[in-house]
């Protein structure tokens, strides 16, 4: 882009042949001015969002320094004209004071080009560690670890990787990650912030590159850095909520090893987790003041305690909700175009020609806008990371995923994968009167095969608010108190799970169910006591119709995270707030 923007200006071409230079010598030249004032700036004070201030006249000023590289003070006066006027490049922004200064547009081009001059340099590995750590590659000495240096430090590894592989042999790169990811002293904060920034310069690196068998160690670091931050993210004890959700974040663009989150074939699709849930008497609802208080709060009515009987067989629930990866093995598999996925949604005129209309909520002009895709959108940076879950899905391309994975995975008939009712979400995210002293695990390709020995034990809070007890814990779930922004990977809060093992049952994202709630937003059609026959699980119900949501999200309160909180939608909305769950359900459970 800086290229462009420089040789497409014939009054600064002209200047730089008059001097012998070309637009890449001029570039070079404001990354090695960008990289000088980011380093003064960084000494004189430890703001990190500001932008440097470049002085226009003395020793070090930009005019004298431009007059010796271009030859020509007057040359270097009208040099700056063209690179602020025309080029954009640099700006003043106050022409009219004493001693004029110069900034470059943004701290992000300013971080650009000091990486692009970090990166020319011959000691870059051993340069880069001392700037980001404060150490050398051999030092064992404890640093101070900032943050200052990190972008800078990730875009000279991006510029290596990917524009001067003739330059610079980037098979080294490893080496940086693989020391900054060992480096030991200063805080356990220090320590893991370590962790995540290793990541993100493999990333940079592209996995193509760190898993050549040429590179230097890249392969065993990926993999030792990818431990590390599952640790990182397992860690509810000694670990910030806030850290946990960084390095699943940072996992996720590095790349997630658990095929059971991010398969990368639909073979690996098949280990994607379920917890089983006998059949026990539960409650559904909340206590009469929680209902009157979160009625008043949220203007939404919602249900009294009520005891349910058992199903008649128990199910299992996914351990986790679909991630991005897991539902691209659909897309991969031209499931949007594919009509046998698509019953209920071509029912409602709503998918035609592997094309499938909903209506988002545009939050910039405040208003409701119809979007017609063949493919999940772009909810926005970080909520396309595949160990994420999948945002911005309707309710019909849910069903459409359910009717695909069902198609593959189902065991011969012994247990059907959809959505869950709102009684099957409620039940396993607080549990019955019973549950076991031990959670069971599955996987699809496994057949989710119960134990023949479970023993039970009574639930000591059947009537708990949240998957882990009455109180709401920020640390338990992403929820707005969280203030993370965004969409958290999966394990991130295990600490939160319910009692048979379920995780991000409250918070993270609101779930679809396939009940139905009724066709006024307000106040639902279909009340409690729970009965599956009176008309709330038809599936072929008209698209004006809402369906349930369950769990809150990231960007809702953690009251409304509760095991009892109900919401609606119609089946056509789509919201980077929402995605779903699967469970698997036996055929003959009557539900």
């Known amino acids: 882009m800086v290229n462009v923007r420089l040789r497409d200006q014939a009054p600064l071409r002209r200047l730089l042949e008059e001097a012998r230079k070309t637009h890449k010598d001029l570039i070079a ?61 640099l700006v003043c922004p106050d022409p009219g004071a004493a001693v004029p200064v110069f900034q470059f547009p943004h701290r992000s ?22 700037l980001i750590t404060g150490r050398t590659l051999g030092s064992t000495e404890a640093g101070e670890d900032s943050g200052y240096w990190d972008e800078t430090v990730k875009w000279a590894v991006g510029w290596i990787a990917h524009v001067a592989e003739g330059k610079r042999r980037w098979k080294e790169i490893p080496i940086i990650a693989e020391r900054l990811s060992q480096a030991a002293g200063g805080s356990p904060i220090l320590i893991r912030h370590r962790q995540i920034l290793a990541a993100e310069i493999l990333t940079e690196m592209g996995e193509d590159k760190v898993s050549d068998p040429r590179t230097n160690g890249g392969p065993e670091c990926l993999s030792r850095v990818q431990q590390r931050l599952l640790q990182q993210m397992g860690d509810w004890e000694a670990v910030s909520p806030r850290e946990r959700c960084e390095a699943g974040r940072a996992l996720g663009g590095l790349g997630d090893p658990r095929s059971a989150v991010v398969p990368r074939t639909l073979q690996e699709l098949g280990e994607m987790e379920f917890c089983w849930v006998p059949p026990s008497p539960f409650w559904m609802g909340m206590a009469e003041s929680d209902a009157h208080e979160l009625e008043e709060r949220f203007r939404t009515a919602q249900e009294r305690f009520i005891r349910q009987d058992a199903f008649p067989c128990g199910y299992w629930i996914a351990r986790h909700p679909v991630s991005v990866a897991q539902f691209g093995r659909f897309v991969a598999d ?87 009712s709102e009684a ?42 949240f998957p882990w007890g009455d109180q709401p814990k920020t640390d338990h779930a992403n929820t707005h108190e969280l203030e993370f922004q965004g969409t958290s990977a999966a394990g991130c809060f295990g600490c939160g799970r319910s009692p048979y093992g379920v995780e991000d049952l409250s918070g993270n994202v609101w779930e679809w169910t396939r009940s139905l709630w009724g066709r006024a937003v307000r106040k ?10 009176d008309g709330r699980e ?18 809702f309160p953690a009251d409304g995270a509760r095991c009892a909180y109900r919401a609606g ?23």
Request: glycine letters at 12%; a neutral charge; charged letters at 30%.
């Open 29 to 89: 030249f404001l990354a090695g001015v960008a990289y000088a004032v980011h380093a003064r700036d960084r000494a004189e004070r430890t703001g990190r969002e500001e932008l440097a201030d470049i002085p226009k006249h003395g020793p070090e000023g930009l005019l004298e320094t431009l007059a010796s590289w271009s030859g020509s003070r007057d040359r270097a006066a009208d040099l700056i004209e063209a690179i602020e006027q025309r080029a954009g490049l």
């Open 109 to 130: 081009f300013q971080e650009y080009l000091a990486g692009f001059h970090l990166a020319d340099q011959d000691d870059f590995e051993e340069r880069a560690l001392k």
């Open 334 to 420: 031209k499931g949007y175009q594919t009509r046998a996925w698509w019953v209920e949604a071509e029912r409602a005129g709503v998918w035609k020609d592997g094309r499938i209309t909903g209506w988002t909520w545009n939050e910039e002009i405040g208003q409701v806008r119809e979007e017609i895709r063949s493919r999940p959108g772009d909810s926005g940076l970080h909520f396309g990371t595949p160990n994420h879950p999948v945002v911005g899905i309707t309710w019909y391309e849910a069903m459409a995923y359910c009717r695909w994975i069902d198609h593959h995975f189902s065991s011969k008939g012994t247990f059907r994968l959809r959505l869950p």
């Open 424 to 465: 099957e979400w409620e039940l396993a995210a607080r549990g019955g009167e019973r549950i076991p002293n031990s959670n069971q695990i599955g996987v699809l390709s496994g057949g989710l095969k119960v134990g023949q020995t479970q023993r039970f034990v009574k639930n000591p809070q059947p009537k708990r608010s």
């Open 524 to 533: 639902p059609e279909f009340g409690y006591p729970y009965r599956a026959e």
């Open 538 to 555: 038809d599936e072929l119900a008209s698209k004006e119709v809402a369906r349930v949501l369950r769990g809150g999200s990231w960007g």
């Open 569 to 591: 939608r119609e089946p056509v909305y789509r919201s980077r707030y929402v995605g779903f769950r699967l469970v698997a359900s036996p055929f003959d459970s009557g539900r």
